[in-house]
């Protein structure tokens, strides 16, 4: 194996002595996917997730459902993925007045994608 530069490997044929990129045909790593797994795979972020999508929570009950997570860790990542429009804040003004987490849309959207990983994770775990 030889090196061009910086990132970029390439490989010496051994019938024809030629140099090909080893990247060839393959696609780079998309910044969008790159941002999204390290968002979801943040600490408790994917489990947050997780259990918002059976639908609205209370944080006691969010923090019930996702054992061993402290209010602080808890806390930071329900503003982290509000921020990321993906959960969503809602006072609920009855008495007492509560507040309650859900899924945006686009929060909703990653439904497949963790349920997809969850099937994986129970098959090869």
């Known amino acids: 194996m030889n090196a061009m530069g910086p990132g970029s490997a ?6 024809t002595g030629s140099e090909r990129s080893l990247a060839g045909s393959r696609a780079a790593c998309c910044s969008h996917y790159h941002r999204a797994v390290e968002l979801i795979g943040k600490r408790w972020t994917g489990a947050i997730v997780f259990v918002l999508m059976e639908g609205p929570l209370r944080f006691s009950e969010v923090k019930q459902l996702v054992p061993e997570l402290s ?39 990653l439904e497949p994608a963790v349920r997809s990983l969850k099937r994986w994770a129970n098959a090869w775990s």
């Open 10 to 15: 390439t490989e010496t044929s051994p019938t």
């Open 71 to 109: 209010d602080r860790l808890l806390s930071e990542r329900l503003k982290e993925l509000e921020g990321e429009h993906i959960v969503e804040r809602r006072v609920i003004e009855d008495a007492p007045v509560h507040v309650e987490y859900g899924l945006t849309e686009k929060g909703r959207a």
